[in-house]
C-alpha cells in the first residue's frame, strides 16, 4: 500500500489551512450553493463547478456539495 511520508502530509495540512485562511469563505460558500442549485434541477454543473473553483473551493468541498445532492454511487449486489 501507498504510505505517504508525515513530513509530506504536515506540510500538505499546513497547505490547505492556509489557504482556507486565506481565501473569501463567503465567496466559497456562495459558489457551492451556486452549484448545489445547478445539482438539483437540470443545469449545468460545469460552470458552477469552475466558478466554485476559482473562489479558492477544494476538490474535496466540490466533490462534498454534489455528495449533498446525488448521493455516492453503490454498485448492486445483483448482476
Excluded: H
Excluded at 466554485?52 to 455516492?72: D, H, I, P, Q, S
Amino acid at each position: 500500500p501507498l504510505r505517504v511520508d508525515p513530513a509530506i502530509e504536515a506540510q500538505q495540512a499546513e497547505r490547505l489551512a492556509k489557504l482556507r485562511a486565506e481565501r473569501d469563505q463567503a465567496a466559497v460558500d456562495a459558489a457551492l450553493a451556486a452549484l448545489r442549485k445547478a445539482a438539483e434541477g437540470t443545469d449545468n454543473v460545469l460552470y458552477p463547478m469552475k466558478d466554485a473553483l476559482k473562489a479558492r473551493a477544494t476538490v474535496g468541498e466540490v466533490c462534498n456539495a454534489l455528495r449533498e445532492v446525488w448521493g455516492t454511487y453503490v454498485p448492486s449486489d445483483v448482476f
